[in-house]
């Protein structure tokens, strides 16, 4: 189940440097986070040379097709890798919010990729409920931001 979770500027910041860094220390060709519906929420290196959109989609349909996780009694693989000759994408779940894909090739390794992925990952985990807990907490002004004028009045008649 997919879950829309709002990000507030504060948080897609840390989300972009938190890439960056892990662009770096990966030595990756270049890093995306995506919703798992299928949209960027933020991007690290040489993103200008893939089509995003189509890698979004595709990546979250990827990670979203459990398919073959039922067919062996898993909920869903939370880590997948596509291997090429030059290319290869590593795809992991954050936090079952979104989708961590990075593309590396010979310059990096398969154990660096994953070593700082799984360093990275418990950060946006924490960008995630750091951004969870303001929705939730702005969604009381919400509310409060409905009455009718008539409820506004009552409440201050005394």
């Known amino acids: 189940m997919t879950v829309d979770l709002p990000l507030y500027e504060e948080e897609l910041k840390l989300l972009q440097d938190n890439l960056h860094k892990l662009h770096v220390d990966a030595n990756a060709k270049a890093v995306f986070l995506f919703s798992k519906n299928g949209q960027q929420l933020a991007a690290a290196g040489d993103v200008e040379r893939f089509d995003t959109t189509s890698l ?18 898993e909920r869903q693989f939370s880590t997948l890798l596509h291997e090429g000759q030059q290319d290869h994408v590593h ?65 201050f008649a005394a």
């Open 56 to 73: 979004a989609s595709l990546t979250a349909g990827s990670v979203t097709a459990d398919g073959l996780a039922k067919l062996i009694s």
């Open 91 to 155: 795809l992991s779940v954050v936090a079952n919010d979104a989708i961590l894909a990075i593309i590396f090739d010979t310059r990096s390794s398969l154990g660096l990729v994953r070593t700082r992925a799984n360093r990275i990952n418990g950060e946006l985990v924490k960008i995630f409920a750091t951004s969870r807990q303001k929705s939730d907490a702005g969604t009381g002004a919400a509310e409060v931001a409905e009455l009718t004028d008539d409820e506004i009045k009552a409440l």
